[in-house]
């Protein structure tokens, strides 16, 4: 399964980034080939990153480039909107050509998202070993595109990485083997540390705000946010509950295209663009808690010990539960008694997760070393 390579060849990898939230995941791994490479002169790997736009605004990508570090992408497949099929179709098209132009030894996918599906298909069809960072989570929401897109890329993954001892169960059980599966902890709690003492006041953070309890919403999942009824019966809710307490609620492009049509406002409720990632974060860590239906701010608010609540019937990542500050709200009804607890300060402590302690990258980049080279 493995070919080996010699100490004097390149270890050729393609990092595959497309949508939001890939950037924090492959930042970490980036960083981490980067010191590999000034370690281990005899072992080097040489990245491509791939950035296939799905993502294509300053404020869902461009921002995360300059503030993460991220070096400009080998290549921008250009992919873009689209339905689900043409999105991905355009994606696959695009990196097959990449592929056509040079074949990597491995290709590395992150997350759940549309890219990281239509990456390892065509990877795994033109006969490169796939690489998947947060494999084997389940919702066991196939209503998600996200649930189809993670089942998918890990029934063809060669090599899994795993952000808990659960999401290597799952796969166990699907029958994968235990020698492809490593449990590495999470890169994007990497980003969250290696940032923390950078994050950025945003400029409209006023210093009335900074003396107030506030709550930090999103919304951009389909099911929430694609129908006006859906998103208005949501936000009453909120509105409602929260009273007069401050709602900064950075507002996803999906989401803003319905919203228009609700005619809805409040006196205590800021909508602002999509924040770049340092300023999201200082937004977060200086509230009093968080409405999303995000998976990834479920692992942030988690680790920074910052109520979370989500509404979602289903999470794939339980730890948030188990260990961290999140909570599931599965009907709209739960969303008032769960934001009065908030602004009483009246919520659960967080304790730490196994694994997530910012050495992530490092892991997987020694763990792919270890299996390349002879
Ligand atoms: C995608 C991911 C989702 C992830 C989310 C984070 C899939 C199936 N979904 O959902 O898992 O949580 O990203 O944001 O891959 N748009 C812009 N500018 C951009 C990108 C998108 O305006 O830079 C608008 C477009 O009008 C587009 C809409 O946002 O139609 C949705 O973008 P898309 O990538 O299709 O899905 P997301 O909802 O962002």
């Not at 990597?104 to 992150?110: A, F, K, N, S």
């Not at 490092?362 to 270890?370: A, E, Q, Y």
């Amino acid at each position: 399964m493995i070919p080996g390579l010699h100490r004097e060849e390149k270890f050729c990898i393609d990092l595959i980034a497309g949508a939001r939230p890939n950037f924090m995941k492959i930042a970490p791994i980036i960083h981490a080939i980067q010191s590999h490479n000034a370690e281990f002169v005899d072992r080097q790997i040489a990245p491509r990153l791939i950035h296939t736009g799905q993502h294509y605004d300053q404020n869902m990508s461009g921002s995360f480039f300059e503030q993460l570090n991220i070096p400009e992408p080998d290549l921008n497949l250009g992919a873009g909107s689209g339905s689900q099929a043409v999105q991905t179709g355009q994606i696959m098209t695009g990196y097959e050509q990449a592929l056509i132009e040079k074949k990597p030894h491995l290709c590395l996918v992150v997350g759940d998202v549309n890219s990281t599906l239509a990456c390892a298909i065509v990877a795994k069809k033109a006969g490169v070993l796939v690489a998947h960072v947060e494999a084997g989570i389940r919702s066991g929401d196939w209503s998600m595109p996200e649930e189809i897109n993670r089942i998918v890329t890990d029934s063809i993954t060669n090599f899994f990485f795993t952000t808990s001892e659960l999401a290597g169960d799952n796969l166990l059980k699907a029958g994968h083997s235990s020698e492809q599966i490593f449990f590495v902890g999470n890169t994007m709690i990497d980003s969250l540390y290696a940032n923390l003492e950078k994050l950025k006041m945003p400029a409209f953070f006023t210093d009335d705000l900074k003396n107030k309890p506030y709550l930090v919403l999103t919304l951009h999942r389909p099911a929430n946010v694609d129908t006006p009824e859906k998103l208005k019966e949501i936000m009453v809710e909120i509105l409602n509950a929260a009273q007069d307490t401050h709602i900064i609620f950075p507002m996803h492009p999906r989401t803003r295209k319905i919203f228009a049509q609700l005619n809805l406002q409040a006196p205590h409720l800021q909508i602002v663009d999509p924040l770049p990632y340092l300023e999201f974060m200082f937004v977060v860590r200086n509230s009093i808690g968080v409405v999303t239906d995000s998976g990834g701010i479920t692992e942030e608010t988690s680790v920074l010990n910052i109520p979370c609540m989500t509404i979602r019937d289903s999470t794939e990542r339980p730890e948030t539960i188990t260990f961290g500050s999140n909570v599931l709200v599965r009907s709209t009804k739960e969303i008032g008694p769960l934001i009065s607890k908030m602004i009483c300060r009246e919520w659960k402590q967080a304790s730490s997760i196994p694994m997530w302690d910012g050495k992530t990258g490092r892991r997987i980049v020694d763990t792919l070393v270890d299996l390349y080279f002879q």
